[in-house]
Every structure is written in structure tokens, then in C-alpha cells.
């Protein structure tokens, strides 16, 4: 995939389609466009025609992010000394200017677009005050795309579906249990216990130490471990990935570890990802994304649903049967929608098994040691050194349905808190499914390979590379520049606690209302919603007050169907109504200005004291949420655990020297 433009692309922006001449492309800007269009429309009888087919042919873009605006940006500032030698009439491909970053263009474009603001932003703007040389920057493209090409040829040897899903949710695993212990402290007034102190004694981390107080000191000195650890990170980095000669340059290896370590990693990743509102607003991003694929399937219920209703309306049935026919037209949908249901189970299934028989094995494709308990010495090697018996032991090959991704998603629920039972017939499922008969969920079973193979096709599919790289450019550099971003961070508490509000109602919009009802301990039960409305309306039929003798039943009573037939007089004696006698002006005045019953409009007290009881009860859902699930990303510092944990253990299983051998020793053998 080549990301080049098929037309020439000017330096500086100006529209010009390649048959115009180099003259006349150079001489075009927007001032001229507008002084034309000035002219044209204040003379209209003279309409020249030069400038009509260049406004139409070339219209001036806004969109940054599209791949012609970004390939023009990396040439003006990568490929200016390539512009002034070919000619503006000429452009190159991006792909013949620049060394490859990775084997897949459209990810070169991407990257490069990043490279391209980093250098403009910080190196450019001081280097370029010393001299107009460029080969200094082309030094650092070089050096970059060796490192690039690199870490590629390493990450093509790891075991990403590991990585992601099992030793990552790991990490986060241990963070929830770390931060839920340190807040909730056995600790009693008058004695105070710092939660911050309680976690980093849980994980503890030489570069976030000492932990930060209120003093200035321990700010700085922790500040500046951190950024004393970044560099060392940086140094084993270069250390390994670059090529000899470029290890003796000082200035050069001082100059690109400052960039990853400060820029990269310092303030794109550690410190943007550590904030609690980013993370927030990263969870309410992937909900958008789930809830715009179920779109589709919910429009297609829905216009089973509106013809439904269409049917089963009450300008379309009589009164008096209504009831009936809407029952009878239910319970026929009903049949028709799990008939489907079963068609569609029975289709899967069969699928599922056809398709499973032809997937390849996944000890086929190994990127680590496999060692079994039975032959410790039938080990795969791996592309690197094995690890001492001091470094981290390589992962061991496990199934799927075993990885730690199930039981993390539970502890962060609170599964085990909540519902016990629930997780208790998980875990038994789990366990039939991996230790019982025919094995179909260990490891190279038949789910073992559907689920490693839906994640390689959805997941873990590299065309998906290139837009989430353009999202983050997009996100965090808008326009090619760190100006402001499109995410701007809450500047009080009111809007932070309001953004976790909304994080927590876009989580609970994932699931069914009565689903997350009956999690968080509500009444979800339809029975259980009867017997309490019986009681309310006994107890309030027990006392009645005086009511008028134009009030409805639906203003009296809480009752269910009874509503329909009853109606209470001033004496509170029960009369039975005739529904189908009811003149427009009686039911006016027996069932308010709507003239429609109860059960038609669902407007009766009942109703409305369910409103509120769902609203208050969504409230205390949402308060539980934000307590249970979102608290846990609410302390940056904290936060900064996680995120430097997976950040090591990425690195470690992309280079496993760094866990075997120091910084120092590496750069002793490099240059030795």
C-alpha cells in the first residue's frame, strides 16, 4: 500500500494540478484566489476563464490527518534538500526518499508523520539557528529507522497473544488488588494512613521513590529519579538496537536518548497515560466503538419491534380485546424470534466445529520456551539468549481460556464481592472446559484455536496499525503541532467528577438495564417488582384519601391491571367502569387530558414513582461504578506503577538482554 499521492504535491501548499506549468503552480496562492474572486464578483459580465478551473480543480484542504496532506508534510520537513534538487513539479515517493521504517508503507506514513513533528518541534527549531545543514537530521531519520526495522525483526519472535492478554491483565490485575488495599486501610482515626506510601510499598519502584509529599523535596528528588530511570531505559535501548559506529558518536546518541527518554516516553507515554481524565476519556472512546458495531444488529430488531408495535396498535384493535390480541401477537413473535435463535445457535455451532478442524495448531508458531512439567528438556530456543536463572522467566505456552484476562476483568467487577455464585459457576465452567473431556479448551483444543484465531483476524491485524496511529497524531499533535489537544483536561473538580459520571454511564450502557440492575443488587426481578407494587397499593387502599369524584383509578391505586376496571368514588367505594361506553369527555375527565387509559399511555402513579425510583436507583448504580471500577485510575502516581510495569515488561520480552545484564555491561560488550 503506497501512500503517495498520484499528483504532484507542492512544498508550501499551493494548488496547482501537475499539467499547469511550474511558473504559474509557484505563483498561485490563496491571496491571488481571493483577489480573483473579489474581481469576478464585482465584475460579474467579465468572467475570465484561467481562474475558474484552478479554484475547481484544487480546492485548499483542512484535513491534516488524510494520507496527501501528510506525505506533503514529511517532504517539507525531511525531504527539503530531495524538493530543491527534483523540482516541485516532481515529487517523490515518500518510500524512494526516506529509509523504511517497517515492512508496511502505510505504517511508514504514519510514523514518519510523528518523526516529522518531533524533529520540527524540537530539534529544528534550535538546529537550524546554528546552520542550514540537513545532514544532521538525516542522521537521526537513519538512526531511527534502524532502530524501527530492529525492534520489528524482534517483535515478529514475541508471542503477542500472551503479551496482550495474559501477562499485561496481569499487571493490571495487581494493581487493582494493590490500590483497593491501600485505600481501604484497617487504619482508624486519629491514625492516618498515606495510601500512596501503603501502594508503592505493594509495588515498589526505585524510580517513583521516594513518595511525594507535600514537601518540595521529596517532589524534585523523585522527579529526578525518574528521569535518571528513563535514561537508563533509553541507553539499553540504544545499546541493542544500534549499529556500531553509531554508538561512538556521543553527540548523536545524547541528542536521540534525550528525545525518546523526555519526549517519547516521558511526556507521551508515562506522564499523558498516568492521568486519571485521559484514561477515563479512553474508556468512553472503545463504549462509542462498541456500541456504533451493535448498531446495526439493534436497527435491525428495531424494525421488527416498530411493525410489532404498528400491529398491535389501539386505534387498530377494539378496546375490549386489545389486551387479548397484543398477548396472542406476542407470544407469536416470541416463537418466531426463538425459532431464529435456536437456527442461528445450531448455525454457529456447526460453523465453529468445521472451522476449528482446519486452523493451524499454535505450537506451530513459537516465540518463547515451551517447557511441559513431563520433558524439561525439549525446549524450543526462542531468537535470543535463553535467560539466566536471575532474569524473568520466559512465559509458558497456556491456553486462552486460562489466560489472565478472565480473572482480571473479574477482580476490577468485583464478581466475587457481588455475586459469588456467579463466579463460582464460571470458574467451575472454566475448569470442565480445560480439564474435562475432550479438551476442548486447552491448550491447542478447539476453542484454544477459534479464540487464537479471532484474535489474530480482529485483534491483532495489522491494517489496524495505521488509523489508531493517526488517531494519536490526530489526538495529541492537532494540525502537526503541539498546540491544544482535542482532549483538554478538566480545569476543575467539577468537571472531573462530571467526565467520571459519564464514564460510568457510558459503562453501564453496555449492558441491559435490568442486567446491571440486578449486578448491583436492585430488584430486577419482574416478580419481585409485582409483589412490591401489590403491597404499595394494599397499604395505600388501607387509608385512602379524599379524592374527587373526576379522579381516576391510576391516581388512587398502584395496582396493576385492576386499574383499568376500578375507579374510586368520593366515598371510597369501588365502581366498575365500562370502557367501552367512554365518550371523549368522560375519559377526559376519568383519565386526564390525554383521554387514554392507563395501560394505553402508562401514565399513572405507579409509573411515576418508578421513574423516580429508577433514577435514584441509577444514581447509586453510577456512584457504585465510579467507587468500584473507575477509583482505581484516579491517582496518577499510582497510575504511573501500572503503566512503567508494562512498559518494562514490553521491553523485556522484545529484548530480553536488559533483564539478564546492566546498562554499563551492555555498552562494554557493544564497544569493546
Not at 548523536?252 to 486519571?276: D, H, M, R, W
Request: charged share 20%.
Amino acid at each position: 500500500m503506497t501512500a503517495v499521492p498520484s499528483g504532484p504535491i507542492p512544498p508550501k501548499g499551493g494548488p496547482g494540478p501537475a499539467s499547469l506549468k511550474a511558473p504559474a503552480t509557484s505563483s498561485t496562492n490563496p491571496e491571488s484566489v481571493t483577489s480573483t474572486g473579489n474581481k469576478t464578483s464585482s465584475s460579474p459580465g467579465v468572467t475570465p476563464p484561467p481562474p475558474a478551473p484552478r479554484r475547481s480543480t484544487r480546492p485548499i484542504s483542512s484535513d491534516f490527518l488524510s494520507d496527501k496532506a501528510t506525505a506533503a508534510f514529511i517532504r517539507k520537513v525531511l525531504c527539503a534538500q530531495h524538493l530543491a534538487d527534483r523540482g516541485r513539479n516532481t515529487p517523490a515517493p515518500i518510500q524512494d526518499l526516506l529509509p523504511p521504517l517497517t515492512s508496511r508503507n502505510d505504517v511508514d506514513l504514519q510514523l514518519y508523520a510523528l518523526i516529522s513533528i518531533i524533529i520540527k518541534e524540537f530539534v529544528q527549531n534550535w538546529y537550524a539557528r546554528i546552520t542550514p545543514d540537513e545532514t544532521f537530521v538525516a542522521e537521526i531519520v537513519q538512526i531511527i529507522a534502524h532502530c524501527t526495522r530492529a525492534l520489528e525483526q524482534r517483535l515478529r519472535k514475541v508471542d503477542l497473544e500472551s503479551l496482550l492478554f495474559d501477562e499485561i491483565p496481569e499487571l493490571l490485575d495487581a494493581h487493582v488488588r494493590a490500590y483497593r488495599i491501600a485505600k481501604n486501610s484497617i487504619a482508624r482515626p486519629p491514625v492516618e494512613a498515606n495510601s500512596r506510601e501503603i501502594y508503592h510499598s505493594l509495588w515498589p519502584l526505585p524510580a517513583l521513590s521516594p513518595v511525594p509529599t507535600s514537601g518540595h523535596s521529596s517532589i524534585q528528588v523523585q522527579a529526578n529519579n525518574e528521569s535518571a530511570y528513563r535514561q537508563l531505559l533509553v541507553q539499553g535501548i540504544l545499546a541493542l538496537l544500534l549499529p556500531t559506529e553509531d554508538l561512538e558518536n556521543e553527540c548523536l546518541t545524547a541528542l536521540v536518548g534525550q528525545l525518546f527518554s523526555e519526549l517519547v516516553i516521558g511526556n507521551l507515554i508515562v506522564n499523558k497515560l498516568s492521568e486519571p481524565w485521559l484514561i477515563w476519556e479512553g474508556l468512553i472512546m472503545l463504549t462509542k466503538l462498541v456500541r456504533k458495531r451493535s448498531t446495526t444488529e439493534v436497527s435491525k430488531h428495531g424494525t421488527i419491534e416498530a411493525s410489532i408495535n404498528l400491529k398491535t396498535g389501539s386505534d387498530m384493535v377494539p378496546p375490549t380485546t386489545s389486551e387479548q390480541g397484543l398477548y396472542v401477537q406476542q407470544a407469536f413473535w416470541s416463537i418466531i424470534q426463538w425459532g431464529f435463535v435456536i437456527v442461528n445457535t445450531i448455525r454457529f455451532i456447526i460453523s465453529t466445529v468445521m472451522l476449528s478442524r482446519v486452523l493451524p495448531t499454535r505450537s506451530t508458531v513459537t516465540s518463547v520456551h515451551q517447557v511441559t512439567p513431563t520433558s524439561h528438556g525439549d525446549q524450543k530456543e526462542s531468537y535470543h539468549p535463553p535467560a539466566t536463572s536471575e532474569s524473568r522467566p520466559q512465559p509458558i505456552k497456556v491456553p486462552i481460556a486460562d489466560f489472565k484476562i478472565w480473572s482480571c476483568v473479574g477482580n476490577l467487577l468485583e464478581i466475587d464481592t457481588r455475586m459469588p455464585w456467579m463466579s463460582g459457576a464460571l470458574s467451575m465452567a472454566q475448569w470442565g472446559a480445560l480439564k474435562g473431556p475432550g479438551n476442548l479448551a486447552g491448550f491447542d483444543g478447539m476453542i484454544d484455536r477459534l479464540l487464537s484465531y479471532h484474535i489474530h483476524a480482529y485483534i491483532l491485524d495489522p491494517a489496524r496499525l495505521p488509523p489508531l496511529l493517526r488517531a494519536v497524531r490526530g489526538a495529541v499533535f492537532p494540525n502537526n503541532s503541539p498546540g491544544a489537544p482535542s482532549l483538554i483536561p478538566p480545569s476543575s473538580d467539577e468537571q472531573l467528577a462530571a467526565l467520571r459520571r459519564r464514564c460510568a454511564s457510558a459503562l453501564l450502557a453496555l449492558v441491559p438495564k435490568r442486567v446491571g440492575r440486578l449486578y448491583y443488587g436492585s430488584s430486577a426481578w419482574p416478580w419481585s417488582t409485582r409483589w412490591t407494587s401489590t403491597r404499595t397499593g394494599a397499604n395505600s387502599r388501607s387509608g385512602p384519601s379524599k379524592a374527587s369524584s373526576n379522579n381516576t383509578a391510576h391516581n388512587a391505586n398502584d395496582t396493576g391491571e385492576e386499574v383499568v376496571r376500578v375507579r374510586l368514588t368520593d366515598g371510597g367505594k369501588s365502581v366498575r367502569d365500562s370502557h367501552a361506553t367512554l365518550t371523549p369527555e368522560s375519559s377526559k375527565r376519568q383519565f386526564g387530558d390525554t383521554g387514554v387509559r392507563p395501560t394505553e399511555a402508562g401514565g399513572d402513579n405507579r409509573a411515576d414513582m418508578c421513574d423516580e425510583d429508577n433514577d435514584e436507583d441509577k444514581d447509586r448504580i453510577l456512584s457504585e461504578i465510579e467507587t468500584g471500577v473507575l477509583d482505581v485510575f484516579s491517582d496518577p502516581y499510582c497510575n504511573k506503577h501500572l503503566v512503567y510495569g508494562i512498559l518494562e515488561l514490553i521491553l523485556v520480552r522484545l529484548m530480553p538482554e536488559l533483564a539478564e545484564k546492566g546498562v554499563i555491561e551492555l555498552w562494554e560488550e557493544r564497544l569493546s
